[in-house]
């Protein structure tokens, strides 16, 4: 007989809205899923006392930047959530737990439950300490980055890298839509993107960019920052249009060689969007190019490859339908909860829970 947890509680925030697509994956599979928003239980005496008191201090030297000051108050941050994962836990006891990292919290409650817990390193860091802390509770610890497993998994960690999915219902194609866009970049500002934005711009002036901080720190001429920036934000089925508007959407990674496939790359080609981007160290296991999408290497190989595409509407077509249909047959949220409960028949296998 199959096992599979009759209830499960998934731990993250509203954005993006993972935990609420995974939910409805796991739904489809008859699974009952509580989600715990980490921003619902944030105490009015933490807003107003403890983050100010905190700040003032730090600001007068008072205390090093490290220092809470109220690191053991109930009602700090961290300690007020764990008491929330508590009562979740006791009001409807899970069979399976999964944590979105984030800031951790709730060590001590997660260690009292006898039930499968997993957990999910996706943020751009691969600190080893805070990465030892985040994992240290978990049966079974996921990160989309291949170092941060490679750091934790000598320590004795058990590890396994996860991607991130893509919901159809939230990123799909709209034919009837114009391609109003040669190219379109979402993300807020780095020194790297910045200098892929400008190459970009010797191809094409007809750009839509998306993100915040590009009008406090960019050095791209004024008139044409002026001409191209749209906004400091662009989500849900604005975001999906605009994929769905460009010819090309164009991704580069904060930092150049960074590791882990932020959500983007899913997300467009999910849409059936030409998809132009540089290449995190994790690209091939999941992607060809030339194929599925575009890679550049430098900026003169960006210029070359972006004329190439908007020049080319058959070959670019081909990559958008190839990528889209690779997506939808391996990177749905239904893959990714097939994909823990496997993990989780694993776990109960070996160390079956007393429920």
């Known amino acids: ?141 996921y990160s989309f980055s291949q170092r941060s497993l490679d750091l934790l998994k000598p320590e004795g960690f058990m590890v396994d890298y996860l991607c991130h999915s893509v919901s159809p219902e939230r990123f799909y194609p709209i034919s009837e839509l114009p391609k109003k866009y040669d190219l379109c970049f979402v993300g807020n500002w780095s020194p790297w993107r910045e200098e892929v934005i400008q190459a970009a711009l010797k191809i094409t002036k007809n750009i839509a960019l998306y993100g915040p901080h590009w009008r406090k720190k960019s050095q791209l001429i004024s008139a044409d920052l002026d001409a191209i920036h749209v906004g400091d934000h662009v989500f849900g089925a604005e975001l999906n249009a605009l994929f769905n508007s460009s010819k090309v959407v164009l991704n580069a990674s904060r930092i150049p060689g960074s590791h882990g496939l932020n959500m983007r790359f899913f997300e467009v080609l999910a849409t059936q969007a030409c998809f132009l981007t540089d290449a995190p160290p994790e690209l091939t296991r999941h992607f060809e190019s030339e194929r599925h ?63």
């Open 1 to 141: 007989m199959i096992s599979t947890p009759s209830k499960i509680l998934i731990a993250y925030d509203y954005f993006p809205p993972i935990a609420e697509d995974l939910k409805e994956a796991f739904g489809r599979l008859g699974i009952e899923v509580e989600v715990l928003h980490a921003s619902d239980h944030e105490h009015w005496f933490y807003k107003k006392i403890i983050r100010r008191t905190n700040k003032l201090a730090r600001n007068l030297r008072l205390i090093k930047k490290d220092v809470d000051l109220f690191a053991h108050h109930p009602l700090n941050r961290l300690n007020y959530l764990a008491q929330k994962l508590k009562d979740c836990c006791d009001l409807c006891p899970p069979e399976m737990i999964f944590f979105i990292h984030g800031q951790p919290y709730g060590a001590q409650v997660l260690d009292s439950l006898s039930v499968p817990k997993l957990g999910w390193w996706m943020e751009p860091n691969d600190d080893i300490g805070e990465l030892r802390v985040n994992a240290a509770p978990f049966d079974m610890y």
């Open 293 to 355: 999408l575009m890679v550049f290497d430098d900026l003169e190989s960006l210029q070359k490859k972006l004329s190439l595409l908007l020049g080319d509407s058959d070959f670019r077509d081909g990559l958008a339908i190839a990528g889209y249909e690779h997506v939808l047959r391996h990177y749905t949220y239904d893959h990714m909860a097939q994909k823990l409960l496997n993990q989780y028949r694993q776990i109960i296998s070996v160390n079956p829970p007393n429920l």
